[in-house]
């Protein structure tokens, strides 16, 4: 899980982003311990045709300008699938979901620039209309968030949209139902943990590579070598802080997350 290929400063933002350089050694690192890298859609197709190569799939949140100028080179380079998940109402704009720290990671793509990524083979999914939980929000809402971004992102690529990323990963079981609802076979969550064959495919969990990752540190990560403390106690915690973030939300008003 991917966002910004950028150097960001020190920061609440500086995890988000990897730069170039480090992105190239972190692939090659993994492609270097025979792991195949695709974007997720691709995945889980190998997965369903029998495929037994060790998989890791590249996701890349939000759409930032910087995948264009520096990602897809070293995707090329490293000869590396991914998908790329737009914020569709954001587009042209800077990710202002961030608040004071909207600059930090550049601006968002245009639809031109989401074009000429498209046409290097990167699949583009759906990170929904507007960057906020969709866990928390009315039912109608709900469904105009996923379907309208849905619509635009295929009426402008041409093609279906398959795969979807939940805004800063909060899900539900309607929610997944909605997003299953309008085509995408498959959706990721944020999780800190991999992803295991046979789990839910709407509900997919992450790794977060930061720029204290090196290549070796990464592979170490795939391979399961990490704490698995903290993603247990969020998973834990999720209904409670739900409920908290739908009475910020419809009685003061405020997005919690």
Known sequence: MYHSVSSVPE??????????????EQLAALSGAG???TGLSEALDLLDGGCTDPLVALTFDDGYVDFLDHAVGVLAEAKAGATLYMSVGH????ADWLG??????????????????AATGVEIG????????????????????????????????????????????????????????????????????LYREGGDRLAVSRLQPTPDHSGDDLVRLVRGEGSSLVPALKRVAQP?????????????RTKLT
């Open 100 to 117: 004071p720290h909207a600059g930090a990671l550049g601006p968002i793509m245009d639809w031109s620039q989401l074009a000429d990524v």
């Open 126 to 193: 759906n990170h929904s209309l507007i960057h906020h939980p969709l866990d928390v929000l009315p039912a109608g809402q709900l469904d105009a968030e996923v379907r309208d971004s849905r619509d635009r992102l295929a009426d402008a690529l041409a093609r279906p949209i398959r795969s979807f990323a939940y805004p800063h990963g909060y899900n539900s079981a309607t929610v997944r139902a909605v997003v299953a609802k309008y085509g995408h076979g498959n959706a990721c969550e944020v999780g800190r943990r």
């Open 91 to 94: 587009m042209g704009g800077p």
């Open 240 to 252: 409670g802080w739900r409920v908290a973030r739908r009475v910020a939300l419809r009685v003061f």
């Open 35 to 37: 792991y195949r890298l």
């Open 11 to 24: 920061g609440p933002m500086r995890t988000f982003g990897v730069p170039p350089k480090l992105l190239a």
